[in-house]
């Protein structure tokens, strides 16, 4: 299992997403994965799609997030943290006009660039790093 702050993603869940059954906590069978439904018009959709690939092109908060031969489409932040450093996050979608995965990356209190860190310089690399080995096997 994949753990975070001691909450675990479980193979089940991976297996439903691909088509398969998952468990709940006690071994039950969750219904099976309902085809998705669009809930707002393509056009708001293509719209929100070149935002969010703006923000990964030249001159954008994420262009860390690039992978050579993907358009990704993402949103940088970085937010205040009365407890010290900012927290930095980059969420994004790949490939951008054909999306396969979906991506959240939170660094809290700044990783290692402590109260220099934003979401553009520490989370979008990493994030291009996850999504260079889902897409590209490295």
Same mark, same amino acid.
């Given at each position: /299992? ?12 991976? $297996? %439903? ?13 969750? /219904? ?10 393509? $056009?708001? +959709?293509?719209?929100?799609? @070149? %935002?969010?690939?703006? *923000? ?8 860390? &997030?690039?992978?050579?031969? #993907?358009?990704? &489409?993402?949103?940088?932040? !970085? +937010? ?7 927290? +930095?996050?980059?969420?994004?979608? @790949? /490939?951008?006009?054909?999306?396969? #995965?979906?991506?959240? *990356?939170? *660094? ?9 860190? !934003?979401?553009?310089?520490? &989370?979008?690399?990493?994030? $291009? ?10």
């Amino acid at each position: /299992p994949i753990e975070s702050h001691r909450r675990h993603a479980c193979p089940d869940f991976v $297996s %439903a997403e691909k088509g398969g059954h998952r468990r709940g906590h006690a071994g039950e069978h969750a /219904p099976a994965r309902q085809e998705p439904r669009r809930v707002f018009p393509a $056009s708001v +959709a293509d719209g929100v799609t @070149a %935002a969010l690939s703006a *923000v990964t092109e030249e001159g954008g908060t994420g262009g860390k &997030a690039v992978l050579d031969g #993907y358009r990704v &489409a993402g949103k940088t932040g !970085t +937010a205040q943290n009365d407890q010290g450093a900012p927290h +930095a996050w980059f969420i994004g979608f @790949a /490939p951008a006009d054909s999306p396969k #995965y979906a991506i959240a *990356v939170l *660094v809290e209190n700044g990783g290692d660039m402590g109260s220099e860190a !934003t979401g553009g310089r520490v &989370a979008a690399p990493m994030a $291009s790093q996850v999504l260079s080995t889902l897409l590209l096997g490295r």
